[in-house]
Each structure stands twice: as structure tokens, then as C-alpha cells.
């Protein structure tokens, strides 16, 4: 889907989203409504997803088009990008919204809400870059092109507050959706797995085209290797479309144990979280997305060398996945570049499905997360919203 040619009537003084990934629409489509509802049915319209469509959102440009990782890659796609912004940032502007909100996705985001802020636009930026953990710089940048940050970790209010950068903190959407008990039984029910006492491992490689490609071959060759010591398992995948599906397929079936166990399903990734007994995880959102579910898990993580060498460079701590992060320890293993190698995994995913012990421990300590995290964010990204569209 292509930006529409013209703006029509409708479209103009409401409220511009702009998502930059597959977690921005799903961020989105939770506040969206409430939003709208609050400015009296103005449309929500500018560059979306699927679950954002859902909602009532009208979609300029397809989520899809921003969904680029990594420096060297996005290299290729800059005349695209460069372009794409430029057009956008006109369109926007000329539909003269009410307010912007740019939905994560911060190298893309902040370039364009600085451009629409010195046009006279309030700019609301939801989830805060991890200027915490690397690229600290960023706040300069921030500081630029935000009025006001929504925070979806706590602990970055103290951040903001010294940068002298208004910021509220929304809780965490993900934390108010995941049940704090996960229904394990009836989501291995609704995918049809027998109660055979076989554990269940869901292995997440990513959303991407290029992380299935990097992350793919490692995690299904530890699957398969497992398999081989342990024996058999029920396998649950879980792809974000049909193409995704097909090549995770095209993949996977070259690992005959692992072909034999699995099932890769289209748009459910919640539902094979909650009936693992482990999770064999991407680095990212999904990781937690696990750890809200209360489930063990081994993050692993692989990208082109030069990408990893400068974002390795750029880092402030030395772990990546966010339950690490936001418990302050190393509660999750980490297999990162040149360490994500599938003898290691495969040995690591191994413990997380059988020690008993350990895994009473991570649900104590993602119990305790979890409860860090809830929030009203609906209602409590609609006062900021909403309040910045009529200042």
C-alpha cells in the first residue's frame, strides 16, 4: 500500500501516528481508541499496521516499509528511507494534525518529529530510546524533537527528569494484556498438543526477514541437536505472516528431528509463549514478552559482524535482553554474535527445560517484574496525548 495520492477531508486535524515496527502497531492499537475517544472521533491516520487498521486507524503507509535493522543494512534502504521521510513530513504537515506521535522506531521517528515541532506540531514520542543501555548521545536529539516522552520502564522517569525533559511514565503495554498466571494447559489445547508429558519448546528467531535468516539456522540446528540427546518435544514457532511462515519453513525443514516435532503458526506468538515449557528467544520485545509469561528461556541473537562490531562499540552495559536488564542480573542466559553457536544453546535450552529449581526462582523474580510494570497505560498516554493536542 503506497501513500495515498491525496489527503482526504476527513483526514486532516486529528491526531498522526507513525509506527515503525511490528511492536509499534501492537503498542498503538492499545491507546489508539481511547484517543480517539477523547477527541471526539478525529481520525488517527498516518503510517500503521495491521492491528492499528483494527482499531480504526487509517493507514497512509504500511509498517512494512520501516521494518530495517542495523546500520549497514539500512544503508541499502536509505534513498528509500531519506525519501519516504522527506514526502511524509510534507503530507503531515499539510493535514495540519492536532498533535504526532511517533511509536518507538527513534532514528526514524525523532528526524521527523523535529521537522514537524518547528512547524508548530506538539510531538509525543512513546517508548523511550534505550539511551540507558547504548547511543547515550541520543538525548540531545530528543531533546530537540519531543515535547513530552512517554516512558514505558519506571526507572527512566529519573532520566528524564534530570535531562529536564518532560516525561510520564505509562507502564509497560504488554504487562497489562499478559495475564500474571499464563494458562499453559489451554494454550497447548489450542494447538492441538497431547498431554503425553513431552516438554514443549517455542523457538522465536525473530520477526524479520534478516533475523530468521541470522538467527534461524543456529536455534533450529540447537532444536535439532537437543532433540537427539533428549529426544522428542513438541516444537511450536510462531511467524508474524504467511510469507514469514514460509520461509521459516524453508529453513527448518532442512532439520529432520525438528521438521517431525514442530508446528509454525501465523500470528499467535502470545499463545506459544504461554504453553512452553522454555523458549528459545530473540533478542528483544519478545524476550519480555517471555518473561511476563513467567517462562525460562535462552536469548541468542546474531547480525552481520560489521552491525554487531558498532553496536558493541556503542554500548553502556554488557547484557541485551530486557529481563537481565530491568532485574539487574544475569537471571536469563545470553548467547550474542560469535557466541550464538547452537552446541552451547542447545545445552542452555536443555537446563531451562529441566531445572525445576531454577525455574521457581525466575517466576518469583518475573512475578515481581511484571507487577513493576502494570499501569493504566490507555488512559494514562491519553492524558498526555490528548492534553498536548489541545495545549
Not at 58 to 84: C, K, M, N, Q
Not at 362 to 386: G, K, P, Q, W, Y
Request: net charge negative; aromatic share 8%.
Amino acid at each position: 500500500m503506497g501513500i495515498q495520492s491525496c489527503i482526504p477531508t476527513l483526514e486532516r486535524n486529528g491526531a498522526i501516528w507513525l509506527a515503525g515496527e511490528a511492536s509499534g502497531d501492537f503498542i498503538a492499537s492499545l491507546v489508539i481508541p481511547e484517543v480517539a475517544k477523547r477527541m471526539d472521533g478525529a481520525p488517527q491516520y498516518g503510517v500503521g499496521g495491521d492491528k492499528m487498521r483494527a482499531v480504526g486507524f487509517r493507514a497512509w503507509y504500511d509498517v512494512r516499509e520501516l521494518s530495517v535493522r542495523g546500520y549497514i543494512e539500512v544503508l541499502t534502504h536509505l534513498p528509500r528511507l531519506l525519501s519516504f521521510r522527506k514526502d511524509l513530513i510534507t503530507r503531515f504537515g499539510d493535514s495540519m494534525p492536532q498533535v504526532f506521535v511517533g511509536v518507538d522506531a527513534p532514528d526514524f521517528n525523532l528526524s521527523v518529529e523535529e521537522k514537524l515541532r518547528r512547524r508548530g506540531i506538539p510531538t509525543v514520542h512513546f517508548v523511550s530510546p534505550s539511551i540507558w543501555a547504548w547511543r547515550p548521545e541520543r538525548i540531545q536529539n530528543i531533546r530537540r524533537a519531543v515535547d513530552h516522552m512517554l516512558l514505558v520502564f519506571p526507572f527512566e522517569e529519573e532520566i528524564y527528569r534530570k535531562a529536564g525533559i518532560p516525561a510520564t511514565f505509562v507502564g509497560h503495554p504488554l504487562a497489562g494484556i499478559i495475564p500474571m498466571e499464563p494458562d499453559t494447559m489451554g494454550a497447548r489445547q489450542h494447538f492441538g498438543l497431547p498431554d503425553d508429558g513431552l516438554p514443549v519448546i517455542t523457538v522465536m528467531p525473530g520477526s524479520r526477514v534478516d533475523e530468521v535468516k541470522g538467527c534461524g539456522p543456529v536455534f533450529f540446528e540447537a532444536v535439532e541437536r537437543l532433540l537427539q540427546r533428549q529426544g522428542d518435544a513438541h516444537v511450536l514457532i510462531p511467524a508474524i505472516d504467511e510469507q514469514a511462515r514460509s520461509n521459516i519453513l524453508c529453513v527448518a525443514s532442512l532439520y529432520p528431528r525438528l521438521a517431525q516435532a514442530m508446528q509454525v503458526v501465523v500470528g499467535e506468538s502470545h499463545r506459544t509463549m504461554e504453553a512452553a515449557d522454555a523458549v528459545l528467544v530473540a533478542s528483544g520485545t519478545a524476550a519480555l514478552e517471555c518473561a511476563l509469561f513467567k517462562k525460562p528461556m535462552v536469548v541468542g541473537y546474531k547480525m552481520p559482524a560489521i552491525t554487531g562490531m558498532i553496536m558493541q562499540k556503542k554500548a553502556l552495559i554488557h547484557c541485551v535482553s530486557l529481563p537481565n536488564i530491568l532485574l539487574g542480573e544475569n537471571v536469563v542466559p545470553e548467547f550474542l554474535q560469535y557466541f550464538c553457536e547452537p552446541d552451547a544453546i542447545s545445552h542452555a535450552l536443555e537446563d531451562a527445560i529441566n531445572n525445576e529449581v531454577r525455574r521457581k526462582m525466575l517466576v518469583e523474580r518475573f512475578s515481581a517484574m511484571h507487577e513493576s510494570l502494570r499501569a493504566d497505560t490507555a488512559n494514562l498516554a491519553a492524558d498526555v496525548i490528548v492534553g498536548m493536542a489541545r495545549h
